[in-house]
């Protein structure tokens, strides 16, 4: 068979595994790129050196990188041989790749950082406030009262920047307390409401009343919580949110990235004590397991500050 017809039907069965869009969208990148490497057309004309220069092509990745096109194009060809689209297993063309695993503290927020991230949009949230009888500068004071309200919520679920910005208004319900989340996976999960992001959410609806811009008014009658621009019918993009976190990381002179507010819930959360099991719920991870090896040295050195507590010599 065709190596471009083997990726499509390899893709469709993806699909139906119910993988999420990213997903999808990495895997069809990872082996369309295989494809246009190498030399054949078909799956039974590959041999060693199809592999081999397509390693060599690869070579000059980040480790993380090559690993994970190792693992698709492993993935993609035990399919192939399964659905005998191919009289060879090539899989065992791909050897994996043995590595030691460093296991390294997440980078985290300090109290002090988040404070200071806030206090900036409270800077800009005034600044722009002053200047609203222009259409342009309400807008921005608009942008600014959604962005805190989008850091609250990245900070108080520890969910996703795709998560985030995709939140309707109708997962958020005020009787239960709780926000769901459309997770990886095409999956659900229901956050419980910190009473500090209830706060937040007062706050942004209480603001949200004053304007009386036609293009605002339009987006605040979005399905959305967070709606585009240009079509109140999609969820903002996850662009708008990073160009936020450059904005971000070039007051605070740090790296801030959307993630790096879900490594900070969840270290916090190890640091306040909760067990790993309902850790692992609210960041919506299919299984402990997960989410003990993601945060191995934070709960290590969580369990050794409390351990070394019991040590005496009186």
């Known amino acids: 068979m065709k190596i471009n017809q083997a990726i499509i039907y390899f893709i469709a069965a993806l699909e139906t595994e119910q993988l999420s869009s990213h997903s999808i969208k990495a895997y069809t990148q990872d082996l369309n790129q295989f494809a246009s490497v190498v ?14 220069h397509y390693f060599l092509q ?30 060879e297993k090539l899989s065992e063309y791909i050897d994996p790749i043995k590595s030691k695993k460093n296991v390294i503290p997440k980078e985290v927020l300090t109290r002090e950082e988040i404070k200071e991230l806030f206090a900036y949009i409270d800077q800009q949230q005034l600044g722009y406030r002053l200047k609203t009888d222009e259409s342009y500068y309400e807008y921005l004071y608009y942008c600014s009262i959604r962005n805190k309200l989008l850091l609250n919520i990245l900070l108080y679920t520890g969910c996703r920047a795709q998560e985030a910005v995709s939140i309707k208004k109708q997962d958020i ?14 999956k659900y999960n229901q956050v419980p409401i910190h009473e500090e992001l209830l706060k937040a959410l007062a706050t942004y ?10 293009v605002i008014l339009g987006m605040l009658k979005s399905a959305y919580l967070f709606p585009s621009k240009g079509d109140i019918n999609k969820p903002l993009s996850t662009r708008t949110l990073h160009d936020l976190m450059k904005q971000l990381s070039k007051h605070l002179n740090k790296h801030i990235y959307a993630h790096l507010f879900r490594h900070t819930f969840a270290s916090y959360c190890i640091a306040a004590n909760m067990d790993i099991s309902t ?9 402990p397991a997960i989410t003990l ?8 050195a969580h369990n050794k500050q409390h351990q070394i507590k019991k040590l005496s010599f009186s």
């Not at 090896?293 to 290590?300: A, F, M, Q």
């Open 279 to 287: 850790i692992s719920s609210l960041i919506s991870h299919s299984n």
């Open 173 to 186: 319900n005020l009787l239960q307390n709780t926000i769901t989340l459309f997770t990886k996976g095409k």
């Open 58 to 87: 690869i070579s000059s990745l980040k480790i993380t990188s090559i690993k994970r096109k190792r693992v698709v194009l492993h993935r993609f060809l035990n399919f192939c041989y399964k659905k005998k689209m191919c009289s």
């Open 205 to 214: 609806e209480e603001a949200i009343q004053q304007f009386g811009d036609p």
């Open 293 to 300: 090896s993601i945060y191995t040295h934070e709960i290590d």
């Open 39 to 52: 030399s054949k057309a078909t799956l039974d004309e590959l041999d060693f050196e199809d592999f081999h």
